[in-house]
């Protein structure tokens, strides 16, 4: 099947620095790709939609300057989390799809742990 | 917009036991529906989805759903539940215009009693 891969799979980092995340399709080409974020012992919330070659779409309360997404390819998109802090600590998981597949269906990355401290 | 409920934020049975995780679903076109479940600091791996065609799903590890729509439901099911189905378990919802846009429930942690 398909594989979506992100990397780092865990990165800590200083409070007030900015760390990228990336998600890679790695044998198919995805126009469209999502981020998730994940809090200990809750659920998994759509942060934004990341459109090759336009600007994501960012759902409502999420700050687009605070997380700034990047796809500039169609087998890459990134995450920046900018002047990070310890409440951005969390599990950030992205999906990606196949357009040209008969049935559409979501992959997702294995997710990267981000501790700030 | 889409949604999904699921009741219960924790299930416990007993090993050998049926399992059963309860999903609700809002949707105002038809829903593709999933189940995903996630073991401790892990990624999601898919167990089982629903796209429109048969209403019972068969998926991995024993697990399946029926999609009712009369009660609007996608509930899991498995008949005999092991220590190594503890995990989280997550519904999901999308649809056809927008497949890979996954709308992710609350969850429910199953835990297995010896």
């Known amino acids: 099947g398909a594989v979506v891969s992100q990397h780092p799979s865990w990165v800590i980092c200083k409070s007030g620095t900015s760390v990228k995340i990336e998600c890679r399709s790695l044998?198919?080409?995805?126009?469209?790709m999502f981020w998730y974020r994940q809090f200990p012992k809750q659920s998994l919330m759509l942060m934004a939609t990341?459109?090759?070659?336009?600007?994501?779409?960012?759902e409502q309360g999420v700050e687009k300057d605070k997380f700034l997404i990047n796809h500039a390819s169609l087998t890459l998109s990134t995450l920046t989390v900018t002047s990070a802090h310890p409440e951005d600590s969390s599990f950030y998981i992205c999906?990606?799809?196949?357009?040209?597949?008969?049935?559409?269906?979501?992959?997702f990355g294995q997710g990267t742990r981000l501790t700030v401290v | 917009a889409q949604s999904v409920t699921q009741l219960g934020s924790h299930v416990s049975v007993s090993e050998g036991a049926l399992v059963l995780l309860r999903c609700n679903y809002s949707s105002s076109v038809p829903p593709y529906l999933f189940w995903y479940v996630q073991y401790p600091n892990q990624g999601l791996q898919l167990l089982l989805k629903?796209?429109?065609?048969?209403?019972l799903v068969k998926g991995i590890n024993g697990f399946e759903a029926e999609f009712k729509k009369s009660e609007t439901s996608f509930h899991l099911t498995k008949p005999s539940a092991h220590m190594s189905d503890a995990a989280e378990y997550f519904c999901a919802v999308s649809s056809y215009s927008s497949a890979s846009k996954i709308i992710f429930g609350s969850g429910t942690r199953l835990s297995i009693r010896p």
């Open positions: 629903y796209t429109s065609a048969a209403t």
């Open positions: 044998d198919f080409q995805a126009t469209t």
């Open positions: 990341s459109n090759e070659g336009s600007k994501a779409t960012y």
């Open positions: 999906s990606a799809s196949n357009p040209q597949a008969i049935v559409t269906e979501a992959f």
